[in-house]
T-cell receptor, first 113, second 114 residues
Framework: EDQVTQSPEALRLQEGESSSLNCSYT??????LFWYRQDPGKGPEFLFT???AGEEKEKERLKATLTKKESFLHITAPKPEDSATYLC??????????????FGGGTRLMVKP | DSGVTQTPKHLITATGQRVTLRCSPR?????VYWYQQSLDQGLQFLIQ???????AKGNILERFSAQQFPDLHSELNLSSLELGDSALYFC?????????????FGQGTRLTVV
């Protein structure tokens, strides 16, 4: 069974204070690892997909990296508007598995001015 | 705006009732996915349809069913509702059914069962 664990559950940062969010996963063959951002009462918003260990992707203040067991979302000099819940999800390689994603519990990020 | 439209945004109903949630995917997307998000369970995959056919099934209760119509919109039917079915229900869509492409989520339907 695919499992995704995110840590910490909640993270408070001061504006400009860089940090990293962790996503540990167990999957029988990784097809892709996805990062989403979710604001309260809204649907998840796609950020990145990573496909293989060593891959990195960047978008503004966010950088996602991937190893064989975990992924990190690095936030550099965050701003209050970066406050949201960040979700990690994996997609497994399985015959006829479709595109289903298994999500972690998320990290709730709060950035104070 | 992701391009995925869900209606209604809010729904309040009584236990034992049946409701239908509707999803219109992004233009050109053939796959539709349904997810349930509750406070204690997080985002849970329910079911995927691709071009009208069921493609993958997750933790979907027998009281729940879904279908995708020829115009590619999808409906999720929830029956014999229980208090524990109260949750946010999200629809997502993606262009294909089997490649590792990202899914774009709608804004969700908040279901409250009283």
């Amino acid at each position: 069974e695919d499992q995704v664990t995110q840590s910490p559950e909640a993270l408070r940062l001061q504006e400009g204070e860089s940090s990293s969010l962790n996503c540990s996963y167990t999957v029988s063959g990784l097809r892709g690892l996805f990062w989403y951002r979710q604001d309260p009462g809204k649907g998840p918003e796609f950020l990145f997909t990573l496909y293989s260990a060593g891959e990195e992707k960047e978008k503004e203040r966010l950088k996602a990296t991937l190893t064989k067991k975990e992924s990190f979302l690095h936030i550099t000099a965050p701003k209050p508007e970066d406050s949201a819940t960040y979700l990690c999800a994996v997609q497994a390689v399985r015959n006829n598995a479709g595109n289903m994603l298994t999500f972690g519990g998320g990290t709730r990020l709060m950035v104070k001015p | 705006d992701s391009g995925v439209t869900q209606t209604p945004k809010h729904l309040i109903t009584a236990t034992g009732q049946r409701v239908t949630l509707r999803c219109s995917p992004r233009s050109g997307d053939l796959s539709v996915y349904w997810y349930q998000q509750s406070l204690d369970q997080g985002l849970q995959f329910l079911i995927q349809y691709y071009n009208g056919e069921e493609r993958a099934k997750g933790n979907i209760l027998e009281r729940f069913s879904a279908q995708q119509f020829p115009d590619l919109h999808s409906e999720l039917n929830l029956s014999s509702l229980e208090l524990g079915d109260s949750a946010l229900y999200f629809c997502a869509s993606s262009p294909t059914g089997s490649l590792n492409t990202e899914a774009f989520f709608g804004q969700g339907t908040r279901l409250t069962v009283v």
